[in-house]
């Protein structure tokens, strides 16, 4: 079971009609253009559809675009998922298991998409107003098509910055995502969007 929520889990990050107002599609917009690269930490809970208590976890996101990311859960189970442009590597050290995917396959239509992808966002999703709430201005992205797992993405916006991330999946799981200590263009080393997967896991896919 708890294998299966992780999976699910994983599947929710790797597997991201015009705002009724111009200000907020160039809002939008502005923050994808404006943004090559990407650091923050992140805490997140992951919701069951029977509302049981939240699965909270928290680590480090970094993204260089288009393509590249590192997202790194570092509490309470160590997760790593690593985006080189070509591949994705999820790595479960408690597993003893590495899972690959040609980074196309994985990220086109993915909630990772909306951060990580180029600017064509409406190739792939659906955006529409989703109001405010909490103090944010509200972005709902709805996948095109329709294997992608999940139903649809909310983004929240502060001003200029990101701050935080919904997401519904196809499993009726809702995982809330609060960014923080988020920088804008920091210079990133490429060694940390490489992976090579670890002496002795089992490398399951590509």
């Given at each position: 079971?708890?294998?299966?929520?992780?999976?699910?889990?994983?599947?929710?990050?790797?597997?991201?009609?015009?705002?009724?107002?111009?200000?907020?599609?160039?809002?939008?917009?502005?923050?994808?253009?404006?943004?090559?690269?990407?650091?923050?930490?992140?805490?997140?809970?992951?919701?069951?559809?029977?509302?049981?208590?939240?699965?909270?976890?928290?680590?480090?996101?970094?993204?260089?675009?288009?393509?590249?990311?590192?997202?790194?859960?570092?509490k309470p189970y160590p997760q790593l998922i690593?985006?080189?442009?070509?591949?994705?590597?999820?790595?479960?050290?408690?597993?003893?298991?590495?899972?690959?995917?040609?980074?196309?396959?994985?990220?086109?239509?993915?909630?990772?998409?909306?951060?990580?992808?180029?600017?064509?966002?409406?190739?792939?999703?659906?955006?529409?107003?989703?109001?405010?709430?909490?103090?944010?201005?509200?972005?709902?992205?709805?996948?095109?098509?329709?294997?992608?797992?999940?139903?649809?993405?909310?983004?929240?916006?502060?001003?200029?910055?990101?701050?935080?991330?919904?997401?519904?999946?196809?499993?009726?799981?809702?995982?809330?995502?609060?960014?923080?200590?988020?920088?804008?263009?920091?210079?990133?080393?490429?060694?940390?969007?490489?992976?090579?997967?670890?002496?002795?896991?089992?490398?399951?896919?590509?």
């Amino acid at each position: 079971m708890k294998f299966a929520q992780k999976f699910r889990l994983t599947a929710a990050l790797v597997l991201f009609p015009l705002f009724a107002h111009a200000g907020a599609v160039d809002q939008l917009h502005e923050f994808l253009k404006s943004t090559r690269t990407l650091r923050a930490d992140f805490a997140q809970a992951v919701i069951s559809k029977n509302g049981r208590k939240p699965q909270q976890s928290s680590g480090t996101v970094a993204i260089s675009r288009p393509g590249k990311l590192r997202w790194e859960i570092q509490k309470p189970y160590p997760q790593l998922i690593v985006g080189d442009g070509e591949k994705i590597w999820i790595h479960d050290p408690e597993l003893q298991q590495v899972t690959v995917r040609k980074a196309g396959q994985a990220i086109g239509g993915s909630p990772a998409a909306l951060l990580s992808g180029n600017n064509d966002l409406e190739k792939n999703f659906t955006l529409r107003d989703a109001g405010e709430a909490e103090g944010l201005v509200w972005v709902e992205a709805i996948p095109k098509v329709g294997d992608s797992g999940f139903e649809s993405v909310r983004l929240g916006f502060s001003g200029k910055d990101l701050t935080a991330m919904e997401l519904r999946d196809s499993f009726g799981q809702t995982t809330l995502i609060r960014f923080s200590k988020l920088e804008r263009n920091p210079a990133l080393p490429a060694a940390i969007f490489k992976f090579a997967p670890p002496a002795g896991v089992d490398v399951v896919g590509e």
